[in-house]
């Protein structure tokens, strides 16, 4: 497993706590790209200037902070993603376009064992007051809950209605991985995958085999899409990968001596589970 | 002399002579010369009568004497390192301590000790072997250092901390000679380590010769980090720390006690000011000499020295100084505390401040709850208390944070009690932000702006990502390219983008983080869940355990200190600056009534009508009343409010002449003796006292003094022990009563009657206790401290009331003072703590119905500022021409700030009150 490209940089970051969320959406905003964003090969439609007429939704609010509430919920999404820590689920916005996450699934065992899964999530403009976001993978999977023209995953039945606040992206995401370990035939999106697991669990196994193989013949393919932070695949490449192999497996030593030799600028004389200044005995600060 | 000739002697090329010349034949020289000199020695005694001429002896000596040092300065080290020939024969013939005591049965005077001096830091210099190593050298060099200790010539001074600081240096780099230094003086009978000694009077010196001393000093300490036995020295058996610690007083005593105020912006001593002022440098130096000793010195030392300016300078000095009559004054003391936080590096010292700031009581009232109840006081006070505030606030400190603001958050009281999940809740789709946005006035929408703000502001947004919108109002809509499946992704159908709030989010964010970053450090996480509500006990707040543990300690160790340095003899002669010293320490007592017995207050405002008080003042007159009423226990603090309102009260009428209140009203009577009678009472009373103290622990270790002969050091002495005695009996905040009394805020029950209006239309806003209750079922009544403080009623702090309050004038106060309160807010918003976030941030939370909420203190200002534009027909040119000035003023700080983190202070200052506070004040 080769996973490249940016996923593990975004992780020290978004775990820092409770205002990660708000931490990282300016950040964002300020190096990674601009809201909105204009991608290279589209024509921006340019609407005649109104400067003078402003749109104000019915409460009041200034229509124009619509994309940074949007842009925010989808980082917090993002960042929730992250603290669930789905076991073998990656995903990563699109440069272009928060709306649109790269993901990858790897299945460890099952059925499915050995498939490594690209796919997209596609998050309505809307959000969180549309419908629920699509989950498509590049390659459509042998299963009766997913398109096999589109990739389509259905994910609609598990959401039937998204409500805000309730459902969050990484729910879609653990429901995908959740498809592949207990096979679910009720109304299927192909059918023939699900007759054949009813009928002939042999002749599934081996198509969904055959699947899992052109899948990771593919792995090292270009992403359909042209964006700089589409999840891609490479052969092992000792020269450039070990080093962030090591990086990874030191990582979790790392944050504790970096807190502590680190110019902390904060202070404290609490001790813990007191309420009362200066209650540290001896400050180890000092 | 002898030193001058050598120098000559160098000059005119000798050293070229020696080039080349064997060793043997040096020693032959030197050898000679030696016997030559010793003849003279010995028929030329000084004392007797002698048959040459005194300077003839003498000259012929220096002749000879310059002669072999130069020798001795050039030898090489033999072989292995051991002793050049020359030095073994200066070791075994005593050399130096012969001329020393030969010049020493001469007349010693000034010269010869300057001239001397000089040869040794030559010598010790510029050596090319050890020569410290050896007793008979370094013996009478430790004779000719305490001989020259009392000396009050300038130039002698100057050559031996020269000397001195050389010393330090070889020390330093070779602390194996440091066991000899102790045994040297041991063989004399004088103060154990002598060089540590000597430099301890200069610690407060202006100038190179202070410098040098301190950075010598500096050198002993690091040296003591790892030497247990200097430090114990210094603890034990010098007065390094005390009189460091003093100085501090000493020097304070001769700051200004009022400043001379630029302007009425002016709210916090910068670098510009400062350097201004020569004493302000000097006590400046003399804590950054504080902070970098306690930097590197022992723990010990540290623990001592720290225990030391908390009891020997921050209650006795910088305690009443807070507590001074007039408004100036306090406002003046108030920027020099915010100045030395500022200056404080080393967490320790920094740790002693805020513990005085936060847990000690004078007269009773904590330190914090006094500077507190000052943010809302008028003039310039007000303003620079909140700059302290901000200063406070920017340290990330826990224990400043949780007395300030989150101890009153923490029993969860504020809010509804199925409120508390809703704390830690994220707000996903922003709907609080929503809500705060939407109280931006109409005049001040983003979309008013005019276009050359968009674009200066676009410019700094256009690095960092090739797809820069170039125009901001251009609206932008975006198709993803169609992949196989057909989907498409498109976002922003009516995006009308606002750069300046990309902007302010971006500032917003490094705020944010660096706070997040430095909040790893504290306790708890204060998310109404640790610590658990229910469990929160205020309990009673303890002096600094620094009173406890280190100054016990510190300070018993006094008398034994006394002793021993009695015993062992004092280096004689007073240091000069140890006069000065006691008479600067007698200053911070005198200071007080010269200046106060003029006119207590000056430079009155003359738009102070006294028929009507400005708001403000009815606010604190409002304040007073409901203290006494008991109605009102957010106030209940306020004591000092009490006072303040005293002094404007006194103002006010002084101003009115013969306004009719005062002089029927008897309760002014008292009143006008608080301040025009008291100052000079307070101060005699005070001195009195202190004195009167002074002496009394003086008689209970007079036996120490009188049973030691200590020649003119026990001047020193004595004075040491006064200083000391004032120290620890200060320290336990006994006061005078007759201060006490005086300075007792007059009681505003007189007041009653002519407030009750007042008084009246505030009871209305304010809930029945019985509604206030209904959620606990329960009244809880907890004491914090010695202020009774009952947390049955929601009550979210004096700080943020006061905040708020001031916050809710907006539209009166001055701009400046407007982007102080948004600063602070920035500040106190940037704060990751739930409860304090959801406290100030979270628009959904449901609080008592008593708790006023930043928004709701908001959208009063909204109001106000609707009513205002609505008003005023130039009004959009006027918020257009406020806009223009404020991003020029952000543009001319962020040119000029060096100081990265005043920058990004600033930066969360422009970007709050460019989006709340947004020009509807009056252009300057």
């Avoid at chain 1, 653990?174 to 009720?186: H, L």
């Avoid at chain 2, 001074?324 to 920094?350: C, N």
Wanted: net charge negative; glycine share 4%.
């Amino acid at each position: 497993e080769g996973v490249t490209c940016s996923l593990s940089t975004a992780r020290p970051d978004e775990e820092q706590g409770g205002h990660a969320d708000q931490k990282t959406s300016p950040a964002r905003t300020s190096h990674k790209k601009h809201l909105p964003p204009i991608p290279k090969n589209a024509v921006p439609i340019t609407k005649p200037a109104s400067v003078g007429t402003p749109s104000h939704l019915a409460n009041g609010t200034h229509a124009s902070y619509g994309p940074f509430y949007l842009e925010y919920s989808l980082m917090a999404e993002f960042t929730l993603v992250i603290k669930q820590k789905l076991p073998g689920i990656y995903v990563q916005p699109s440069y272009k376009s928060a709306l649109m996450w790269f993901g990858v699934i790897f299945i460890r065992h099952g059925l499915y064992q050995d498939g490594v899964f690209k796919f997209t999530v596609y998050i309505p403009d809307n959000y969180p007051d549309g419908e629920c976001p699509k989950l498509v993978f590049d390659t459509p999977v042998f299963h009766p809950l997913v398109d096999p023209v589109s990739g389509e995953l259905d994910v609609k039945r598990a959401f039937t209605k998204w409500r805000r606040n309730h459902n969050h992206i990484w729910q879609v995401l653990m429901y995908a991985r959740t498809v592949f370990y207990k096979i679910n035939t009720a109304e299927p999106l192909n059918p023939e995958a699900a007759v054949l697991y009813e009928k002939d669990g042999q002749l599934f196994k081996s198509k969904v085999v055959d699947g899992v193989k052109l899948c990771n013949s593919h792995l090292f393919d270009q992403p359909k899409v042209d964006d700089p932070f589409a999840i891609s695949f490479s052969p092992w490449n000792p020269a450039v990968h070990d080093e962030a192999k090591e990086r990874m497996f030191t990582f979790k030593r790392r944050p504790e001596e970096h807190h502590k030799g680190a110019q902390v600028s904060g202070l404290s004389w609490v001790k813990p589970g007191s309420t009362q200044p200066f209650s540290k005995v001896d400050s180890p600060q000092s | 002399m002898m030193a001058s000739v050598v120098a000559n002697g160098n000059q005119d090329g000798q050293s070229l002579v020696l080039n080349g010349v064997d060793p043997e034949t040096c020693m032959i020289v030197f050898k000679n010369h030696w016997a030559q000199v010793v003849k003279i020695l010995e028929k030329h005694d000084p004392l007797r009568s002698s048959s040459m001429h005194p300077t003839l002896s003498a000259s012929a000596v220096q002749n000879y004497v310059e002669h072999m040092l130069f020798l001795l300065m050039e030898e090489e080290s033999g072989q292995g390192g051991c002793m050049g020939p020359i030095l073994e024969f200066v070791v075994m013939e005593n050399v130096m301590e012969r001329l020393f005591v030969w010049s020493l049965r001469r007349e010693f005077t000034d010269e010869m000790k300057l001239e001397q001096l000089k040869m040794y830091e030559m010598l010790v210099g510029q050596a090319r072997q050890p020569l410290l190593h050896h007793k008979p050298i370094l013996r009478p060099l430790m004779m000719l250092l305490s001989s020259c200790s009392g000396t009050a010539a300038p130039a002698v001074e100057a050559e031996l901390v020269l000397l001195l600081n050389q010393l330090c240096c070889i020390l330093a780099k070779d602390p194996s000679i440091l066991e000899l230094f102790f045994h040297t003086s041991e063989d004399q009978g004088a103060t154990n380590f002598l060089i540590f000694s000597l430099l301890i009077p200069y610690i407060h010196r202006e100038g190179t010769v202070g410098q040098q001393a301190r950075d010598a000093l500096l050198l002993i300490m690091s040296l003591s980090a790892e030497n247990e036995r200097v430090a114990r020295h210094v603890v034990e058996n010098t007065y390094f720390c005390p009189v460091l610690a003093t100085g501090l007083s000493g020097l304070y005593s001769s700051l200004p006690t009022k400043l001379e105020v630029p302007n009425e912006e002016w709210h916090c001593l910068h670098k510009v000011d400062w350097m201004r002022m020569p004493s302000l440098v000097q006590f400046l130096n003399s804590l950054e000499f504080c902070n970098a000793v306690i930097q590197v010195a022992h723990p010990s030392i540290k623990d001592q020295l720290v225990a030391y300016i908390y009891n020997g300078f921050l209650v006795p000095v910088l305690a009443p100084a807070l507590h001074k009559l007039t408004l100036e004054e306090v406002m003046t003391t108030t920027a020099y505390l915010d100045l030395f936080l500022r200056s404080i590096s080393e967490t320790s010292l920094l740790q002693t401040f805020l513990s005085f700031i936060l847990l000690h009581q004078h007269e009773s009232v904590y330190i914090l709850d006094t500077l507190v109840s000052r943010i809302n006081t008028p003039f310039q006070l007000g303003t620079v208390s909140m700059a302290l505030f901000r200063t406070l606030i920017g340290f990330y400190c826990e224990d400043v944070m949780l007395q300030l603001i989150l101890r009153y958050l923490i029993p969860c009281n504020h809010m509804m009690l199925s409120q508390r999940r809703v704390v830690r809740e994220r707000d996903f789709y922003s709907t609080s932000a929503a809500k705060m946005l939407a109280l931006t006035p109409s005049c001040c929408s983003p979309d008013h702006s005019p276009p050359p703000l968009r674009q200066l502001d676009s410019i700094l947004f256009s690095k960092g990502g090739a797809d820069t919108p170039n125009s901001s109002n251009e609206q932008k809509s975006f198709s993803e390219e169609d992949d196989s499946s057909g989907n498409s992704c498109t976002i922003g159908s009516e995006i009308y983008l606002d750069v300046s709030y990309l902007h302010y989010l971006y500032d917003a964010r490094l705020s944010i983080s660096s706070c997040i970053r430095a909040c790893q450090v504290w306790s708890a996480l204060y998310d109404a869940e640790d610590p658990p509500p229910e469990k929160y006990q205020p309990g009673v707040l303890e002096e600094p355990k620094l009173e406890g543990r280190q100054t016990q300690t510190a300070l018993k160790r006094v008398p034994k200190l006394l002793v021993s340095n009695a015993r062992s003899g004092l280096p004689r002669g007073e240091p000069p600056s140890i006069h000065q010293l006691e008479l600067e320490w007698d200053d911070s007592y005198d200071a007080c009534p010269v200046q106060t017995t003029e006119t207590p207050v000056e430079g009155k405002p003359a738009h102070l009508s006294p028929s009507e008080p400005p708001k403000h003042i009815q606010e604190m007159r409002r304040t007073a009343i409901m203290l006494v009423k008991g109605s009102y226990i957010e106030e209940n603090e306020f004591q000092d409010d009490v006072m303040v309102y005293n002094l404007v009260a006194k103002k006010d009428s002084s101003e009115a002449e013969h306004a009719e209140e005062t002089q029927s009203d008897p309760a002014h009577a008292p009143l006008r003796n608080g301040l025009t009678l008291p100052t000079s009472l307070v101060s005699d009373n005070d001195k009195n006292s202190l004195k009167a103290k002074a002496k009394g622990q003086t008689d209970c270790n007079g036996n120490l003094q009188n049973a030691t002969p200590v020649e003119s050091g026990e001047d020193f002495l004595a004075q040491y022990e006064e200083l000391i005695c004032i120290l620890d009996s200060e320290g336990r905040g006994k006061r005078v009563k007759g201060d006490r009394e005086l300075n007792k805020p007059v009681s505003p029950v007189e007041e009653e009657e002519e407030e009750e209006m007042d008084f009246m239309s505030f009871t209305a806003e304010t809930p029945e206790p019985e509604k206030l209750q209904s959620p606990f079922g329960t009244v809880q009544r907890l004491r914090s401290g010695s202020s009774n403080r009952c947390y049955s009623v929601p009550f979210t702090g004096p700080f943020i009331s006061v905040l708020f309050s001031r916050l809710e004038n907006m539209l009166t106060n001055p701009l400046h003072v407007n982007l102080l309160l948004t600063g602070i807010l920035a500040q106190l918003a940037a704060y990751p703590q739930p409860l304090l976030r959801s406290f100030l941030l979270n628009t959904n939370l449901v609080f008592q119905p008593t708790v006023r909420s930043l928004y709701q203190v908001l959208a009063t200002v909204k109001s106000q500022i609707e009513e205002l534009s609505a008003s005023r027909l130039d009004f959009p040119e006027r918020i257009t021409a406020a806009q223009h000035w404020l991003l020029a003023r952000e543009a001319s700080f962020t040119a000029t700030g060096d100081n990265n983190r005043l920058r990004v202070k600033l930066q969360c200052e422009i970007g709050f009150s460019d989006r709340i506070g947004k020009g509807w004040e009056p252009l300057p």
